[in-house]
C-alpha cells in the first residue's frame, strides 16, 4: 500500500500492514509521524485528528484502507517551506497551548475549517472544532482561527489582486 503524506509518497509493505489498522498507528508507530496523538480512543477527544482529502478525520477509528489513494495531512505537514501555517502563528500569538497534547489535533481541525469556511462565526468555530482541551483553551482557540482566517483572507485577496492586474 502507499499513502500520500504531507505531500510524499509513503510504501507500506503489504506483508506487515494489516489494512483494518487504526490509520493512527501507521502514522506514528510505522512511519514515526508522532505529532498526531492518541487521546480517548474512541474518536470523542479529537487528539488524533489529521486531515483526508481536505477533511478533518479522526485517526483514531479510521483504518489505514480508508487513506489509500487520498491525500493526507498530518501536522508535520501543517507548515510549509519552512515558515509556520498562519495558524501556528496565531496560535503562538494568541498563547493558545497550555499543556500542548490535543494542540495537533485542533489545529488539523481548524486548517480543515478554514479551507471550506473562510470567516467563520465563533459558532461555526464551536461546532467545527468538537476536539477536547482539558486545560479549557476555547477562548483563545476561537481567537487564533479568527487571526489566521484574517490573515489567510488578505493574503489570498493579495494574490487576486495581483492576478487580477496581470
Known amino acids: 500500500m502507499e499513502l500520500d503524506i504531507n505531500g510524499q509518497r509513503q510504501a507500506l509493505p503489504d506483508e506487515q500492514l494489516d489494512r483494518s489498522m487504526p490509520l493512527l498507528w501507521v502514522l506514528r508507530d510505522m512511519l514515526h509521524l508522532t505529532g498526531t496523538k492518541f487521546g480517548c480512543g ?10 483526508v ?17 487520498k491525500r493526507l495531512q498530518t501536522i508535520e505537514g ?37 479551507e471550506r469556511n473562510p470567516d467563520p462565526s465563533d459558532a461555526e468555530i464551536d461546532a467545527a472544532i468538537t476536539n477536547l482541551c482539558r486545560c479549557g483553551t476555547y477562548p483563545r ?4 482561527i479568527k487571526v489566521a482566517a484574517q490573515e489567510l483572507r488578505s493574503t489570498s485577496r493579495g494574490w487576486g489582486d495581483a492576478a487580477r492586474q496581470s
Open 53 to 69: 482529502d481536505g477533511e478533518a478525520v479522526r485517526a483514531c477509528v479510521t483504518p489505514v484502507a480508508f487513506a489509500e489513494g
Open 141 to 144: 482557540v476561537r481567537q487564533a
Open 42 to 51: 474512541v474518536a470523542a477527544c479529537g487528539a488524533c485528528t489529521v486531515r
Open 78 to 114: 501543517l507548515a510549509s517551506g519552512g515558515k509556520p501555517h498562519p495558524l501556528q502563528r496565531a496560535w503562538i500569538e494568541q498563547q493558545v497551548p497550555q499543556c500542548g497534547y490535543c494542540q495537533s489535533g485542533m489545529l488539523m481541525a481548524a486548517a480543515a475549517l478554514l
